[in-house]
T-cell receptor
Framework: AQKVTQAQTEISVVEKEDVTLDCVYE???????LFWYKQPPSGELVFLIR??????QNEISGRYSWNFQKSTSSFNFTITASQVVDSAVYFC?????????????FGTGTRLKVLA | EPEVTQTPSHQVTQMGQEVILRCVPI?????FYWYRQILGQKVEFLVS??????SEKSEIFDDQFSVERPDGSNFTLKIRSTKLEDSAMYFC???WGKGTEAFFGQGTRLTVV
């Protein structure tokens, strides 16, 4: 089965706190891609990061960082020093390669509320 | 910056009516997708399109749905006879290559009454 689990439905933090959004995936594919998207209140889906299954190097981009651990099938996302503008729904997505279409399988999303 | 454009942004239709949702993908992209998001829920795959044909469709994508790329730039999703449960946000997405990130349009909110 191909599946993405985002167990945290909603998280509230106070501005400047660090927050980690969890993502656990299931796939039998040996080659796959993982993504994070942000959906602000305006509704669009904004790409944040892409990772392929062979690249376990963690990545940092400004206040954002991602921790990919193949051993635990997790691809967690941390926001350091959160800001009100980070308030959004965050989706983790798996793109398996076996079917050839590389469609996205999304998790249910985590709603992040950053309070001033 | 190139972007995926969807029209209309919001459509209200009566149950049983046909609707056509339109998308203009990024021009050099080769892979096209439709997804939908029922309010407050996750984003679900509907169909993928490559080389002028459907490459995969989900269980949701039944005979009431069809896709076309009529003129090499537009990419449309047609729902022949809408049902109340078709009410959702529909997203078009395109990507240049299979492993690259997909870029999403701003969505069309379809409301069936």
């Amino acid at each position: 089965a191909q599946k993405v689990t985002q167990a945290q439905t909603e998280i509230s933090v106070v501005e400047k706190e660090d927050v980690t959004l969890d993502c656990v995936y299931e796939t039998r594919d040996t080659t796959y891609y993982l993504f994070w998207y942000k959906q602000p209140p305006s509704g669009e889906l904004v790409f944040l990061i892409r990772r392929n299954s062979f690249d376990e190097q963690n990545e940092i981009s400004g206040r954002y960082s991602w921790n990919f651990q193949k051993s635990t099938s997790s691809f967690n996302f941390t926001i350091t020093a959160s800001q009100v503008v980070d308030s959004a729904v965050y989706f983790c997505a798996l793109s398996p390669t076996t079917s050839g279409t590389y469609k996205y399988i999304f998790g249910t999303g985590t709603r992040l509320k950053v309070l001033a | 910056e190139p972007e995926v454009t969807q029209t209309p942004s919001h459509q209200v239709t009566q149950m049983g009516q046909e609707v056509i949702l339109r998308c203009v993908p990024i021009s050099n992209h080769l892979y096209f997708y439709w997804y939908r998001q029922i309010l407050g829920q996750k984003v679900e795959f509907l169909v993928s399109f490559y080389n002028n044909e459907i490459s995969e469709k989900s269980e949701i994508f039944d005979d009431q749905f069809s896709v076309e790329r009529p003129d090499g730039s537009n990419f449309t999703l047609k729902i022949r006879s809408t049902k109340l449960e078709d009410s959702a946000m529909y997203f078009c997405a395109s990507r240049w290559g299979k492993g690259t990130e997909a870029f999403f349009g701003q969505g069309t909110r379809l409301t069936v009454v």
